[in-house]
């Protein structure tokens, strides 16, 4: 079977039940290929890195409150 890959069908009316199948099967393994890319980046060991960087940088770029000067 063909697979065209981001590309927005259009069918004219009464199109075989047959091809609708053949549509629903592409776009089915289209979805599980994006899913499969996506589990791979989240895995990946820089991503899951990347909330503990950004409380780093929060960390590092709030300010500190002001000492009060004064006797009182």
């Known amino acids: 079977?063909?697979?065209?890959?981001?590309l927005n069908w259009t069918l004219p009316e009464g199109t075989p039940h047959h091809i609708?199948?053949?549509i629903h099967a592409a776009l089915l393994m289209?979805?599980?290929?994006e899913l499969q890319r996506l589990?791979?980046?989240?895995?990946f060991?820089?991503?899951?890195?990347v909330p503990a960087k950004?409380?780093?940088i929060a960390r590092n770029t709030t300010k500190r409150p002001r000492k009060v000067r004064?006797?009182?």
């Open 20 to 22: 609708w199948e053949s």
């Open 70 to 72: 004064g006797g009182r």
């Open 1 to 6: 079977m063909a697979r065209h890959k981001n």
């Open 39 to 43: 589990n791979a980046a989240i895995w």
């Open 54 to 56: 950004l409380d780093r």
């Open 45 to 49: 060991k820089n991503f899951q890195q």
């Open 30 to 33: 289209d979805i599980r290929d």
